[in-house]
């Protein structure tokens, strides 16, 4: 959970565009297609999206990749099928592996797949392929298949009686984001970007090998239901050997005298990036949530799975009947913020009286909401145990739910979970440091694992740093190859 998440919103908000069917003509193709959105209208969605994303994950500061990146991004965009598109692109400051569009030219790439790239080539491949998206309007069509509302995204939460997928339930507003593309478009997508970035002279057979050093991860989602890149850009079919034809297709076409790689130039960019998780957003010691910058601190039941998401942190038992959720709550006061978002909830105030929480004010409320099967009409009723917590001139909010026959059984557990927020006294508990990646030159010729040893690098991270080089553990590495590790 992110200090800067979203303290202007609870939710994360998309407005409404009013789409009107028209034809088109598709600047890669040529043909006319049915789209519902104007360029003008794209252009200003993304435009309206672009806020909630950053906010809502947080961009990575690096002055130089954010140089490199915007520079290189507007040479393609110059030589791609919509030169005259103004293009934007951010870092997200997320471990997740993943990169994606929206529409308008509004490019985004995780610290996470720039941590796991090894050459400017691959890097440029994916630019490549994502502002294939936009230039072929996947992007837009995708958008425009959806009704874009307001979304409360604790929401999901209320209206389900089975928490399980919590994550999905959690992060309905970001699915819009992150809709699946079909193979077709992949496929397309893929062409693109071997042709833009051949154009800008960059070897694209890179961008085949980092498509299957992907499929070679584990690539279950992470942090809070965002997917990873294979999750929303499927693999279309044979991915590896049709970009690395069409790459070969393309270099002999432009007959360039050198086709840039640049992978020392690269790693020194991502040298001291963060790698994986940043504890300074928050972190778990066995069942205690510390959050060092906002110095707050809480437990959940044991057994209990926890999840901090870039959205909110999110603890539920594993059978799914329960969930905890713990978010900001917006208002000029702490009554206001109870008030708006209780009635933003839609839900039935039982009671709701001011209490104290290890001497912070709080307003406590229980409350009921009827919900109904769309497909059956069944009707089934929630019951919702709020804590709302005024702490550093911030509001926070605990939700607790469950079905309403359930409510007795798990409301003492969620209760100490609300009445164990507090501030951090514990000083260790507050300098904690992330990892980062960093870049060594190799002295002497060895195999991957001994250069691994030589580094002090935990044998049981063997594998994971390897994949990380896109190297196999017995590969023979040069002496002055520069390799990539983790460490303080």
């Known amino acids: 959970m992110k200090k800067n998440l979203i303290p202007i919103k609870l939710a994360l908000l998309f407005t409404a565009m009013l789409l009107i069917p028209s034809c088109a003509v598709n600047p890669v193709t040529g043909k006319k297609q049915l789209m519902l959105m104007s360029e003008s209208q794209e252009i200003a969605l993304g435009a309206q999206y672009d806020p909630s994303v950053t906010a809502t994950f947080g961009t990575y500061q690096d002055a130089e990749l954010d140089a490199f990146i ?264 702490l009554q206001a913020a109870a008030d708006s978002t209780l009635a933003g909830l839609g839900v039935t105030v039982m009671e709701k009286q001011a209490i104290k929480v290890n001497g912070l004010p709080a307003i406590a409320a229980v409350s009921t909401k009827v919900n109904q099967d769309q497909s059956t009409g069944a009707q089934s009723t929630i019951q919702i145990l709020s804590y709302f917590i005024e702490f550093n001139k911030n509001y926070f909010v605990f939700h607790g739910v469950t079905a309403q026959a359930n409510f007795n059984t798990y409301f003492p557990l969620m209760k100490n979970t609300m009445n164990s927020f507090a501030q951090v006294t514990n000083p260790a508990k507050l300098v904690v440091k992330p990892d980062y990646l960093r870049i060594k030159k190799v002295t002497k010729t060895a195999v991957l694992s001994d250069v691994f040893k030589s580094y002090g690098v935990p044998a049981d991270k063997y594998k994971e740093y390897a994949l990380l080089n896109n190297m196999e553990l017995t590969s023979q590495v040069p002496a002055g190859k520069l390799i990539k590790i983790v460490a303080k």
């Open 70 to 333: 915007q520079g290189i991004g507007n040479q393609m965009g110059l030589i791609s099928h919509r030169p005259k598109l103004q293009y934007h692109f951010k870092i997200l400051d997320t471990p997740v592996i993943n990169a994606f569009a929206v529409p308008g030219g509004y490019i985004y790439l995780t610290r996470g797949i720039l941590a796991q790239l090894n050459n400017e080539a691959e890097l440029i491949g994916v630019i490549g392929h994502e502002m294939g998206h936009i230039t072929a309007r996947h992007t837009a069509s995708q958008q425009t298949k959806q009704t874009i509302g307001q979304v409360l995204l604790i929401g999901g939460m209320i209206a389900s009686q089975k928490f399980a997928s919590i994550a999905e339930q959690a992060f309905q507003g970001m699915q819009l984001l992150f809709l699946k593309f079909s193979r077709d478009n992949e496929r397309e997508a893929d062409r693109l970007g071997v042709e833009y970035s051949s154009k800008v002279s960059y070897d694209a057979h890179k961008m085949a090998d980092f498509f299957q050093v992907l499929n070679k991860m584990s690539m279950a989602e992470e942090s809070g239901g965002v997917p990873t890149f294979l999750s929303t850009h499927p693999d279309p079919g044979d991915r590896y050997n049709s970009v690395n034809a069409t790459a070969t297709e393309w270099q002999q076409k432009l007959s360039y005298p050198d086709w840039k790689v640049n992978a020392d130039n690269y790693l020194k960019m991502v040298d001291g990036i963060i790698y994986g998780e940043d504890p300074r957003q928050g972190y778990v010691e066995g069942t205690t949530f510390y959050h060092p910058e906002m110095k707050f601190q809480f437990t959940y039941p044991d057994g209990w799975q926890f999840q901090n998401s870039p959205i909110q942190v999110q603890m539920a038992p594993k059978d799914g009947n329960a969930m905890v959720a713990f978010t900001f709550a917006m208002g000029n006061t």
